[in-house]
């Protein structure tokens, strides 16, 4: 008798360890796809800030910013990108790519005071960035040229109403994409 | 590079920590991403020249650290002293008589470095932990 309940005891307790680990390898699977797109594909951005008036919001808006971009070169002058800080090593940041290695950037040193312009030639495996809103940005006008390591993705798309989710996906005209963060009209470029 | 790899570096610049041919070691990534480096630490670096490169140096100094350094060990003794600022570290090969490391292009910042060496494991006889390995006492240059 004992033997018997013994032996039923057993054969549910497998099942259920069965169940249970079946289910969290499922969950561990999730999060490793989860992970592998986020380090290397896709991730979403959260930026805020005035550095990058009026293409961004000040209080803050959410993004998808891509990484292949980056890995494989296929970013140039005009992009929006995601880049480490190279003071605070923790922060990420958006600005405007303006130019690439071997390129000659012209820049206002300081547009409150002045309208004094300096020219400058990016070195070689460094980027140039820059703020859209260059009054108030903290950007390679103060800690130069940024190596290219730091890039990590390419902004591609703003996801206007992330709240809701649903009306997302019913009006396609609810996220923005590419032409919205294209160059403003009254930017000067050289 | 997840949390560890298994890593091959090959050239002169950390002679004789490691083999100008080639050595095989461990590298891992969570002390970059926790802060837990320091001097004297062997780091894999993504060199800010060649961003597809990834580079193998010693860490000399952190952020707000004075390094001194023997500009070109090859024609003189001459040292200079450099204060690291914020958010950047300086690397040095361990053969600094040819070695392409901060002297050359400068401090790097902190968001290249990738990983954090801590096990040789090719050579066979060479097999060990490379923590602090005392190859280079990072305050003295004699």
Not at chain 1, 25 to 33: E, H, T
Not at chain 1, 79 to 95: G, N, T
Request: proline share 6%; glycine share 8%.
């Amino acid at each position: 008798m004992v033997g018997l309940v013994g032996r039923l005891w057993n054969l549910q307790y497998k099942s259920i360890v069965k169940e249970a680990s079946g289910k969290t390898l499922a969950v561990a699977k999730f999060f490793c796809v989860l992970h592998v797109t986020n380090t290397y594909l896709c991730t979403f951005a959260l930026a805020y800030g005035p550095s990058m008036v009026p293409t961004f919001n000040l209080t803050g808006d959410m993004y998808l910013a891509e990484r292949l971009s980056i890995k494989f070169g296929k970013v140039g002058p005009g992009d929006v990108v995601l880049l480490r800080s190279p003071e605070s090593p923790r922060k990420v940041m958006v600005k405007r790519l303006l130019g690439l290695e071997s390129h000659s950037i012209t820049y206002v040193v300081d547009p409150m005071k002045s309208d004094r312009c300096d020219t400058i030639v990016v070195p070689k495996g460094h980027v140039w960035v820059e703020g859209d809103n260059i009054y108030n940005s903290r950007d390679s006008r103060q800690f130069g040229p940024v190596p290219y390591g730091l890039l990590e993705g390419k902004v591609f798309c703003k996801v206007t109403t992330f709240l809701s989710l649903a009306h997302l996906m019913l009006n396609f005209d609810a996220v923005n994409c590419t032409s919205s963060l294209s160059q403003p009209k009254n930017k000067r470029r050289v | 590079m997840i949390i560890i790899e298994w890593l091959q570096a090959y050239g002169p610049s950390m002679v004789p920590t490691f083999n100008l041919t080639g050595d095989m070691f461990l590298a891992e990534r969570l002390s970059i991403k926790f802060g837990k480096v320091g001097p004297g630490n062997i780091i894999l670096l993504r060199s800010p020249e060649f961003p597809r490169k990834v580079m193998v140096k010693r860490l000399l100094g952190l952020e707000s650290h004075s390094v001194t350094y023997v500009i070109e060990p090859m024609k003189s003794d001459r040292c200079d002293t450099i204060g690291v600022p914020k958010g950047h570290v300086w690397v040095e090969g361990d053969n600094i008589y040819n070695s392409r490391d901060s002297r050359q292009f400068g401090h790097v910042p902190y968001g290249l470095l990738e990983g954090k060496v801590f096990c040789k494991i090719w050579p066979s006889k060479e097999f060990g932990s490379l923590m602090k390995s005392g190859m280079k006492d990072p305050d003295s240059y004699s």
